[in-house]
């Protein structure tokens, strides 16, 4: 079988430069394009790029996916800014006939994606869920994005087996330790030097504890999922987002 | 709706004592007959029993699920000792048209059901998978069963996913510091005071971790479990293994 | 030898009872007196107690001591509310020459004082160090003494060795997820069903983490440490504070 | 002050990569000399080095050791083969009235250094301990020389506390699960993709249990731990092993 054709944007990040690597790497895909800032897209359909990998910007992704989307290049989008308004511009451009497919990830790391959807299966059969996040110290927000995202999961599937809120007789905290409450759910987030990117989801009911954690030591992490969805694409036409549809999930 | 009229075979033992007490306070099931060694069996169809929980003993589970197919008792078992050949005869008792449920549970703790189901998920998309399971010094055999239980289906699930073996460049372990091997999958048992059940599996792949942890510390854990299957056996007709049909995985 | 002679005061309280156990079943130890609200506390003197162990209230303890230190009474405390006030009151009736010692305890578990111990000395070697401290959600408090008094000895620690503030770049928390600041030090608490008394501390630097957990699932996990200071206050003139000095440290 | 002028020996390998670049960034070192197999040792007395980093080969360390203590440079030594009899060796070289320190450091990762040590005083509380070793799937031996050690350590103390032997009621094994026993202590060792070096000590009594984990993620790790050895030798005379009593332990 002939390796899949593909071109990578913003190719000098850090991000990036992991994706030049693995695509290089790998047997079954073939890197034949490197796309940095200063570079024309058009290096794309010369290049006769089957799927484009952005790990760009907020400012530039949508320039890019217009671009693909027009010259029939399937696109992965690990780059941050593509929210809903944005995914149905995308869905506009593709139309109803489009052989297209674009693949939104928020995150990569098949490990983070697993625990999600652990969490959101267990949330129903336990009292209590309680999420603690920790990070490397330069992290600018708390909780993470992961965090919230698994709270809001948890939450949902709660109110969908109608369980009444969690047990929690707290009635003195001067300084906050019980955390953030993302919809019910306490979330804490730990900033550590040494650490890199952690979670770890605690479910409790009489008697008995469930904890999923994660632990992200590396941008390598990411490179395994990054793969499965150059690998998968041309089975999704149209936009999808997040890993899980590929992972059977 | 009237409550469910359940029988507890077993009574005075000690899981016997704890189903007696969830039982009893349930609003939605009602204790209606309390077996012990030295009582007939008929207790269970004079109080109009119409589920039977069986926490007895391998030597006289047999005999008891034999009335209760006979007496058109569904029976929830909890006892060990019904491998597969008790459980086609069984099955034989029943025969096609049966309306009677027989649900044999290794394991009621649905913590400890779902952390092995998420093993076998998580079990494909990594490279490494080990586990370690603690629990109190009193225990006569290691590993545990359900230790065993869930390195089979992580083989399993590996084998299907067409994985290859897990790397090791162990070339020195003269006292066995690598632990014991059930298909492949290295499991480590700790015993220690002060510890009750617990079980981490662990997986790991470029640049990340993934760990299903569940602790287990009373008798009481196993009592949600047990609930679940009194309610859901009327809508299980014949013999069904394990509370996951029930969770819905 | 001789076994030292003991009078438990609130001998049916929940504490009280495990005392009264662990006492009557220790070979160098013999329960004489059981004091109870009710009771008079001449029933110390009268039974030859040697050593009496308050398990009281904050409202009783300092009249019980009062008498104990009048009668020639070695006195091991585990009621709260002997503050630094309570204290020199103490000191001043024991006077300088006295024969009596005070052991006033906060914490029981040899296992969460060496756990506090172990992270005062380990605090001046990281960057970073934060508490997580899980309970069950029947606590009304948050965070727990045990994790504040924790985090000001490791605040002290790092202030001794000129240690600088720890690295965070948080700029956004809007719901609190970074927790209580106890003296510099993060603190997180986590309510739970399933779980009893549970404590992390986490330290961090470059390339390395450090945790010392203590996990405490039941009240008998207070008797090896109240029958060590049982023992150990014949030699313990005068007052002391918590089991450090007995353990060594 | 002067800053302490560094010469480093294998400067070229792993280690010494990283051991030159925190000697160059510390404000109070200066690297003065980097040495590699092809240089003469001359260029260390020639560079005025004050304190020679030795991160080389079993082979080459005696030799440069020689030269050192010859040349009246301070040794800092991480390289691995020297043992008792090359200790005694250096000894007999030093004499005396030596000014000169050798630190011998099997391990300069201060967090793994304090874990050794709050294991050894923890060991004589509890009546378990075990410890659970996890690797990268590159490590030839198992156990871990580290956990070998702490093994050791908590053998001793607990015969010295005259501790009796664990209990265990294990009377079925088949496959080795309950690994390997280093001085009675049972040793685990897991291997996975994903991880570096990690350690857990672990002890229970009576309803708690008490952890001590260790997690080396990166080579950075070992810097912190060698700046403390080249900034301290000047007070240390003589043949010292281990970072212990440098962080006055």
């Given at each position: 079988?002939?390796?899949?054709?593909?071109?990578?944007?913003?190719?000098?990040?850090?991000?990036?430069?992991?994706?030049?690597?693995?695509?290089?790497?790998?047997?079954?895909?073939?890197?034949?394009?490197?796309?940095?800032?200063?570079?024309?897209?058009?290096?794309?359909?010369?290049?006769?790029?089957?799927?484009?990998?952005?790990?760009?910007?907020?400012?530039?992704?949508?320039?890019?996916?217009?671009?693909?989307?027009?010259?029939?290049?399937?696109?992965?989008?690990?780059?941050?800014?593509?929210?809903?308004?944005?995914?149905?511009?995308?869905?506009?451009?593709?139309?109803?006939?489009?052989?297209?497919?674009?693949?939104?990830?928020?995150?990569?790391?098949?490990?983070?994606?697993?625990?999600?959807?652990?969490?959101?299966?267990?949330?129903?059969?336990?009292?209590?869920?309680?999420?603690?996040?920790?990070?490397?110290?330069?992290k600018a927000d708390a909780p993470s994005g992961t965090a919230a995202r698994t709270a809001r999961m948890i939450s949902q599937a709660r109110a969908a087996a109608e369980l009444g809120p969690m047990p929690d007789a707290t009635t003195r905290d001067p300084e906050g330790a019980r955390g953030a409450e993302i919809d019910d759910v306490h979330v804490h987030a730990v900033?550590?030097?040494?650490?890199?990117?952690?979670?770890?989801?605690?479910?409790?009911?009489?008697?008995?504890?469930?904890?999923?954690?994660?632990?992200?030591?590396?941008?390598?992490?990411?490179?395994?999922?990054?793969?499965?969805?150059?690998?998968?694409?041309?089975?999704?036409?149209?936009?999808?987002?997040?890993?899980?549809?590929?992972?059977?999930?």
């Open positions: 079988m002939e390796p899949i054709r593909v071109g990578v944007l913003g190719a000098r990040g850090k991000m990036g430069s992991e994706a030049v690597r693995a695509v290089g790497e790998a047997a079954d895909t073939e890197l034949v394009a490197e796309i940095n800032r200063e570079d024309s897209l058009r290096g794309l359909s010369e290049a006769g790029v089957q799927v484009a990998v952005d790990l760009t910007h907020p400012d530039s992704v949508m320039d890019n996916l217009a671009f693909c989307v027009e010259h029939g290049i399937h696109a992965v989008v690990g780059t941050s800014g593509v929210g809903t308004e944005e995914l149905s511009r995308i869905r506009s451009w593709l139309g109803e006939q489009s052989e297209i497919g674009v693949l939104v990830v928020p995150n990569f790391a098949i490990g983070a994606v697993l625990a999600m959807k652990f969490s959101e299966i267990a949330a129903r059969y336990f009292d209590s869920a309680e999420i603690v996040e920790s990070h490397h110290p330069r900033r550590m030097t040494g650490l890199v990117a952690h979670q770890e989801v605690l479910f409790g009911t009489e008697g008995e504890t469930l904890t999923v954690r994660h632990d992200s030591y590396d941008r390598r992490s990411f490179m395994p999922g990054l793969l499965l969805a150059v690998r998968e694409i041309e089975r999704r036409k149209g936009v999808t987002v997040g890993l899980d549809p590929l992972l059977g999930l």
